[in-house]
């Protein structure tokens, strides 16, 4: 059964392998040794997480990613990761590099998040970028072997 769910509030996303980037999120969990009970992607507009933004952090600007974690002390994880669409659709262009690898780097970086990792500080955002660099990388080989 999946612990891995993509829900869809505002916005439809069309995303290669869906049920294949589903089962190698749970297993990102696996592999930083944490137990995933449930986590619940939500791709929405960026007013959608804007407003999201606003109520809950009190910050007023767009992201591309909010990422709330509902865990119980004691227990595995569950959470809830906010994605703008707009903004990742965005942030690809910005970056030069196609819309599939920016949404990885997202999702990846939500289920990061919610692994323990933060991204406040310098060295904390270079240790983030490189284990989104790291599951990118071994998400892409999976697939070639699995295609």
Do not use: W
């Not at 994880?77 to 819309?99: H, P, Q, T, W």
């Not at 955002?125 to 790291?134: F, G, S």
């Amino acid at each position: 059964m999946s612990k891995v769910f993509f829900n869809y509030d505002d916005r439809v996303l069309s995303i290669n392998h869906k049920r294949k980037i589903r089962s190698f999120i749970a297993s990102l969990f696996s592999l930083e040794k944490k137990e995933l009970l449930r986590i619940d992607y939500i791709f929405c507009s960026d007013d959608n997480l804007l407003k999201i933004n606003r109520s809950f952090l009190k910050h007023d600007f767009y992201t591309d990613i909010i990422t709330f974690d509902l865990s119980e002390p004691k227990t595995g994880i569950k959470g809830e990761v906010y994605i703008s669409v707009d903004r990742v659709k965005e942030n690809a262009v910005a970056l030069k590099m196609g819309f599939e690898e920016e949404i990885l780097r997202v999702l990846f970086h939500g289920a990061l998040h919610l692994c323990g990792y933060t991204d406040k500080r310098t060295k904390n955002i270079l240790v983030m970028r490189q284990k989104e660099d790291h599951y990118i990388k071994l998400y892409k080989n999976h697939i070639k072997r699995s295609t």
